[in-house]
């Protein structure tokens, strides 16, 4: 039972790229999130999705698209990156109200 | 808007001494008040999870308590260990929604 994995661990873009952060839960998990955490921010909710075929926008949306085509899977995009978008981007999925977090991405926008 | 507020300065204490941290929130009333661990460079952990009935709740050497009217919840280490040392998030779920916000965090440093 490996619980949520994220990939990659790191990445490194120049400012315009585009990529995929893929989360993966072996727990069948209803909800799943995504957030990013900033220096002296907190954790902020980017989308989160409630079930397969649905997402949701949550505090911070702007810049991300996110999917969830299957149950153990949701991926977050970055269509063009910007600087602004350098983070840690943890990847998340609940059972009652407990959050299991994944070990993080950690991007930097150059 | 709704807003989570934990003490951003860094907490040390002795080892074997309780450290006690706050998380104040505004705005809003929650249904339930959650705690989580989070360490340098990994993912934040579940440790307890407090609801709006409940004034207090015990998990081993951790004690939470919860306080509607003070909109404030207090988290208890007692008999503190070095391998405490950490961060420490509280989240709270928003009433009508699957969503959470958290807090900043407070680093606990337990000396030796």
């Known amino acids: 039972n490996a619980g949520v994995t994220q990939t990659p661990k790191f990445r490194v873009l120049k400012t315009g790229q585009s990529m995929t952060l893929l989360c993966a839960q072996d727990?069948?998990?209803?909800?799943m999130y995504w957030y990013r955490q900033d220096p002296g921010m907190g954790l902020r909710l980017i989308h989160y999705?409630?079930?397969?075929?649905?997402?949701a926008k949550g505090e911070v949306p702007d810049g991300y698209n996110v999917s969830r085509l299957k149950k153990q899977n949701f991926l977050l995009g970055l269509e063009s990156a910007a600087p602004s978008q350098t983070s840690v981007y943890f990847c998340?999925?609940?059972?009652?109200?407990?959050?299991?977090f994944g070990p993080g991405t950690r991007l930097t926008v150059t | 808007s709704q807003k989570i507020e934990q003490n951003s300065e860094a907490l040390n204490i002795q080892e074997g001494k309780t450290a006690t941290l706050t998380c104040n929130y505004t705005n809003y009333s929650p249904a339930y008040l959650q705690w989580y661990r989070q360490d340098p460079g990994r993912g934040p952990v579940f440790l307890l999870l407090i609801r709006e009935n409940e004034k207090e709740k015990r998990k081993e050497r951790l004690k939470v308590t919860f306080d509607t009217t003070l909109k404030q919840s207090l988290f208890h280490i007692t008999a503190s260990q070095p391998a405490d040392s950490a961060t420490y998030l509280c989240?709270?779920?928003?009433?009508?929604?699957?969503?959470?916000?958290f807090g900043t965090g407070t680093r606990l440093k337990v000396l030796a």
């Open positions: 999705s409630v079930g397969e075929g649905t997402t």
């Open positions: 727990m069948n998990h209803e909800y």
């Open positions: 998340a999925s609940k059972r009652d109200n407990e959050q299991y």
């Open positions: 989240a709270l779920g928003l009433p009508g929604t699957y969503k959470y916000i």
